[in-house]
């Protein structure tokens, strides 16, 4: 993937003992580029997600507003918006509590529902390992959908050149663009419940299956994705009444367990 | 309490995640079938909360009638989809059946 003319394979340990041959565009260090160039890096990455950040607002929206009603207080809400900052997951987390599970039971299913950010990090990796621990930890937080769809669109289009100096203002401007906006909905949603209290009769909470839906739909391109997701409901049908919903966590692990089985198989005969 | 250590345990859980390969800074790949068998996670995950959500409304039993309003709506939804190529206009269309059926059964 990345073929830039850095020698050194073990980034991190030679850019502490050798500051001098890094220092330069290589390391992409914010002091040695102009204020300019940065704002317009950052304005670039911000006006960049500006679509998903649409998509993303009726989901804030409702997530803050289905809160209090699934068990979630207010100042959980806007916290869990604040720390966690993972839509599916957090719109699970709320089913889960509705139905009175346990928390360990929602930590569980929330690693198991991110597990796919894994793929994003796997895929940026190269791109970001230039740059200083504090700046892969700032990448890594805001790691959602969203932002990982627009900067590895950005990296595909883009040059060494750029990615060495630029990479990380134009994500802090996708990721700023993104959290701001996630945490303005939750609060607008959380406002919006206590100013309708019976709105939990309007039928939002479909809301969560509709988008999934939407959600899943994109992958129904392969057999072997097919299968997957036909043994998920049928599984989860037959697990419903597994004690501390494990339900979820079993129907998962087998489709994935079908899935890749049947990808691996048809893959060998040919 | 229990709320702040299930959002505690959740950051934990999402940061570790998003942070562990990037923290190692390309000194740990990540094995080609295991790239293939996370491509699974988000469907399967995904359908294994939408086929109860939908087909047990109420939480107990299987409703699969035509007095099932969420089933009839995720129908919509998944023919929308299927169609539009679209997530905010199935989304969208999907509560607007789903409101629709609601106020019709």
Partial sequence: ?270 | MAEALMIAGMTAVTFSIRYVLLASAGHFTFPAWAKTALDFVPPAVLTAIIVPAVLMPNGDDIEFSLQNASLLAACVAVIVGLIRKDLLTTIVIGMIAFGLFKWLL
């Fill in chain 1, 1 to 270: 993937m990345s073929n830039v003319p850095n020698p050194d394979n073990c980034a991190t340990i030679s850019m502490i003992t050798q500051p001098i041959d890094t220092n330069n565009m290589a390391t992409g260090e914010d002091q040695k580029l102009p204020r300019k160039e940065i704002l317009r890096e950052i304005f670039a990455g911000s006006r960049a997600t500006i679509p998903m950040v649409v998509g993303a607002i009726p989901f804030g929206i409702i997530f803050g507003t289905l809160a209090e009603q699934s068990g979630l207080s207010p100042l959980g809400a806007i916290a869990m918006s604040i720390f966690v900052f993972a839509g599916s997951s957090q719109f699970i987390a709320l089913g889960l509590l509705a139905v009175g599970t346990g928390p360990l039971i929602i930590i569980a299913t929330t690693f198991i529902v991110n597990l796919r950010h894994l793929l994003y990090s796997a895929a940026l990796v190269d791109d970001v390992k230039h740059l200083s621990g504090p700046w892969r930890a700032l990448i890594a937080f805001g790691l959602t959908d969203e932002s990982f769809a627009t900067i590895a669109d950005k990296i595909r289009k883009s040059d060494d050149i750029w990615r060495q100096k630029y990479v990380q203002w134009f994500y802090l401007g996708s990721f700023s663009t993104m959290y701001g906006n996630w945490i303005l909905c939750t609060v607008i949603g959380i406002t919006l419940g206590e100013l309708f209290p019976d709105i939990g009769n309007w039928g939002l909470d479909f809301a969560m299956s509709a988008t999934f839906i939407g959600m899943v739909r994109p992958y129904l391109t392969t057999r072997p994705m097919l299968a997957c997701v036909l043994v998920a409901g049928a599984m989860s049908l037959g697990t419903a009444n597994m004690p501390h919903k494990l339900g979820l966590m079993v129907s998962a692990l087998s489709a994935l367990a079908v899935g890749l089985s049947y990808h691996l198989i048809s893959r060998r005969k040919k």
